[in-house]
């Protein structure tokens, strides 16, 4: 068994629940992750209540190594994203006993 959910599964499970077609389904998801992608790519924050949080953060440049060689290099800054799991959703993953 697969455990990886794609975008093809996530479609095929709106097709299924909905009753629209599968194209709709299909650009319903494309427009949704466009939508999420750019809210991130703006450096803002996606928050997405019962579910978690997507944080973008800027990383400085570092020092770092090439195990190889072991020859010291400079890693460029670049930007890092995070998600933080919600509490709500923490508490189902994790139910006290």
Same mark, same amino acid.
Do not use: H, W
């Given at each position: 068994m697969d455990k990886t959910l794609t975008k093809a599964n996530i479609v095929e499970a709106i097709y /299924? &629940?909905?009753g629209?077609? &599968? #194209?709709?389904? &299909?650009?319903?998801? /494309?427009? #949704? #992750? @466009?939508?999420?992608?750019?809210?991130?790519k703006k450096d803002h924050d996606l928050l997405i209540s019962g579910f978690g949080k +997507? /944080?973008?953060?800027? %990383? @400085?440049?570092? &020092?770092g190594r090439n195990p190889q060689t072991r020859e010291t290099i400079i890693l460029p800054p670049r930007k890092v994203i995070v998600f933080r799991l919600? =509490?709500? +959703? =923490?508490?189902?993953?994790?139910?006290? %006993?």
């Open positions: /299924e &629940r909905t629209t077609n &599968r #194209l709709d389904a &299909r650009e319903a998801v /494309e427009k #949704l #992750l @466009a939508i999420m992608k750019n809210a991130i +997507f /944080e973008c953060y800027d %990383k @400085a440049s570092r &020092r919600s =509490r709500k +959703f =923490r508490s189902e993953l994790n139910p006290q %006993k």
